[in-house]
DNA sequence: AACTAACTTAGAATTATTCTAACTATTGAC
DNA sequence: GTCAATAGTTAGAATAATTCTAAGTTAGTT
């Protein structure tokens, strides 16, 4: 990332910070970083051991505090695998997961350009927000099992 | 339910098992009924309570295990929630949930008679299944709120 | 009947997450 | 600028959910 895109992504942190009621520190900094940093879908864990790089004081406690402010800021989300810790996510656009059931990744997929399919939901019922999760095997699993 | 209705759903279970390779155990048939009786998405422990009452010395690793052997055996489907322990549902017709934001109740929405909405993956990628989640408001909740 | 594998049990262990208490940094009132 | 109030960070303890372990039980097989 050059400087002047660094400084961008920091000030639209701020502002998303700030908004929600949380302070801008350099761990939530360092901690979104590294979630751009690498799009794999880490979990709280990973994400500690990858901030502990350029950050070796920063720790577990701080790294969930970090998540939760950055989720509640709306510039992370969080994804629930059946089974396993919480995964963590940068790409806010609407996308849904696939989950290889042999390799366990997880992989964004990109909703159609009409937006998210409507599920007519019954009387006094108000959607908020929508999860899609696929489950199958990747390209990679899938080939390898032919 | 009625004798001849249990005696059919018993003999369903036991060629569910069966076939999954595993036995018919009258732990095993007791939580189904458990999950039966009360279509409220119990966690594992609610399902452990409700079990004792007719079954006090079943322990909690028996409630896991017959779990999940209902979960392999395609009886049972498990529901991941945001937060929280993993739920338990035997309504195995194709449907997504809908989780209140407020109360964490877990409502079972069906979905549209064309089926699950199609979302169209990479090359490479199969899809085995779909999962569906919205969060919101529930009709109650959505009421007290206004 | 004897053997094997699956099942159940209690309790220990593990994993993921949250809480606690002490300390530090920031913000706003004066 | 100083000071109190609040938010954030830390290490480590605590909790919650789940899995593992070892020993005993049961069911199906030879």
Known sequence: MSRVEHKKVDEHLSKRLSTSGFRFTPQREHVY??????????????????????????????????????????????????RGAKRFCPNMREHSHFYCDTCEKVFDIELP??????????????????????????????????
């Open 33 to 82: 970083g590294v979630l751009l940093g690498q799009r794999d879908h880490p979990t709280a864990e990973e994400v500690f051991i990858r901030a502990k790089h350029r950050m070796p004081e920063i720790s577990m406690a701080t790294v969930y505090n970090c998540l939760d402010a950055l989720v509640r800021s709306g510039v992370a989300r969080q994804v629930t695998v059946d």
């Open 113 to 146: 350009d009409e937006g998210p399919p409507v599920i007519p939901l019954p009387k006094g019922f108000q959607a908020a927000r929508f999860e899609i999760a696929i489950h199958g095997l990747c390209p990679g699993c899938g080939k390898s099992k032919k």
